[in-house]
């Protein structure tokens, strides 16, 4: 029982390279989000997507691009990583926007970015 | 918009000492209030829920109570173990828009054995 799959675990990335973080959900969930936590300022939304084809920006997307080709992928990029981006990042999936619907997270990503 | 204050960490507690984390909240509509647990290395998952006033939500012998009229949702358990220490998130969620899904900065919690 997968859940919410990311890859990779751990990164490290030299300022201005680029990379891909994988988020697979097994759950047929319609909605999917990115979140970064960083100490002392909880998680904060990066990007989400209310289904398949369809991507928002949360709170702080900028230097963040995202795709949601299929269902049960959303993929977040980094075209020129920054020394700011430094962070955890945790993708998370849920069936609905019921207010009773949990949301199920992944393991996270630790990137740093020198 | 939506808005979670919750009580500064790290707290560190002796094992079966009693435990209260405070949580208060400013939402739009009505929302739900959930308690998330964060232990080392993974990701966060439900702790506990709450969806209307007065719900008291529980596991794992830990408690909750939804105040709307003082708009708080503190977290407590009477014996606390060296196994609870981890980081908890409170986060009042209204799904009037996905974007309006917030948590607050996280409680780190540690117990002495």
């Known amino acids: ?114 | 918009g939506n808005s979670v204050t919750q009580m500064e960490g790290p707290v560190t507690l002796s094992e079966e000492a009693f435990l209260t984390i405070n949580c208060t909240y400013t939402a739009t509509g009505y929302p739900s209030l959930f308690w998330y647990v964060q232990y080392p290395g993974e990701g966060l998952q439900l702790l506990l829920k709450a969806t209307k006033a007065d719900d008291k939500g529980s596991n794992k012998g830990f408690e909750a109570t939804y105040r709307k009229e003082t708009t708080s949702f503190h977290l407590e358990k009477g014996s606390v173990q060296v196994s609870d220490s981890a980081v908890y998130f409170c986060a009042p969620l209204s799904y009037s828009s996905a974007s309006k899904i917030i948590f607050g900065s996280g409680t780190r919690l540690s117990i002495r054995p």
């Open chain 1, 1 to 114: 029982n997968a859940g919410v799959t990311q890859t990779p675990k751990f990164r490290v990335l030299k300022t201005g390279q680029s990379m891909t973080l994988l988020c697979a959900q097994d759950m047929n969930h319609e909605y999917m989000y990115w979140y970064r936590q960083d100490p002392g300022m909880g998680l904060r939304l990066i990007h989400y997507s209310v289904g398949e084809g369809t991507t928002a920006k949360g709170e702080v997307p900028d230097g963040y691009n995202v795709s949601r080709l299929k269902k049960q992928n959303f993929l977040l990029g980094l075209e020129s990583a920054a020394p700011s981006q430094t962070s955890v990042y945790f993708c998370a999936s849920s069936d609905t926007l019921r207010t009773n619907e949990k949301l199920f997270f992944g393991s996270g990503t630790q990137l740093s970015v020198l």
